[in-house]
């Protein structure tokens, strides 16, 4: 199955009870479909979103403090409890040191995780790391309306094939400036085993027949 992540961010439509509404669209339309849809809520609304959809839930990030006495930090321990079977990591609004994510790695164990990388060079790098998927985005092209797979293509081939030939069996994905299914199936005619997005989808004001655009290249 193909992949399709829905970055909830903090957009004002995807709070509260129009995250709990966006999350079941999305499970909806990757059930009619076929693909595997994930959604990424804010981290308050994880445990909300969880237990009230049947949607596969990521945190958007997680916090790399270590220890139970750690006030205010969002940490894999919290997030798994929470009911999210996986985090985003990485993401380009909140990068993260290599020896960092190192160091957390072990503590996802069990759990999904989408590393993202700016170039093929760092996806290269970091799927040594053996994540659920590698995710390549480049920052100027997110939230631009303008596709990764269509400005940057020579990007998203270039990640699929440094990243196959450091022998990575997982999912590669792009994501950025995302918006109409002909993005989508750009993406996946360079070798891309999915999307991630985030504008398109919330803020669009039919949020079921924008996923089924987006979610129809995958199959
Ligand atoms: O995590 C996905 C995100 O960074 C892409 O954002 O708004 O360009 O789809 P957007």
């Known amino acids: ?3 399709l992540i829905v970055n909830f961010k903090n957009y004002p439509e995807a709070m509260g009870d129009g995250g709990v509404r966006l999350a079941r669209a999305v499970a909806r339309v990757a059930a009619d479909v076929g693909v595997r849809g994930i959604i990424a809520p804010p981290a308050p609304m994880l445990a909300l979103v969880a237990a009230n959809t049947t949607a596969l839930v ?5 916090g790399t403090e270590a220890g139970e006495k750690t006030t205010g930090a969002v940490v894999p321990e919290a997030v798994r409890a929470a009911g999210a079977k996986g985090t985003i990591l990485n993401h380009s609004e909140s990068r993260k040191p ?3 994510l190192r160091r957390l790695f072990p503590r996802l164990a069990g759990m999904e995780v989408c590393l993202c990388a700016r170039t093929s060079a760092e996806a290269a790098r970091l799927s040594e790391l053996q994540p659920t998927y590698v995710a390549v985005e480049p920052p100027e092209l997110i939230g631009s ?8 293509p020579s990007l998203v081939r270039d990640t699929v094939e440094r990243v196959r030939s ?3 069996g997982g999912g590669v994905l792009c994501g950025a400036g995302i918006v109409t ?3 989508v199936r750009k993406a996946v005619e360079l070798g891309a085993d999915g999307v991630l997005v985030a504008s398109s989808v919330v803020k669009s004001r039919d949020w079921g027949a924008k996923l ?3 979610a129809g290249p995958l199959v």
Not at 145 to 152: E, I, L, P, Q
């Open 166 to 168: 450091m022998g990575y």
């Open 98 to 100: 290599a020896a960092v």
């Open 181 to 183: 299914g002909d993005d």
């Open 58 to 62: 990521y945190s958007q990030d997680v």
């Open 212 to 214: 089924r655009e987006l």
């Open 1 to 3: 199955l193909k992949t």
């Open 145 to 152: 309306g303008v596709a990764v797979s269509k400005a940057k």
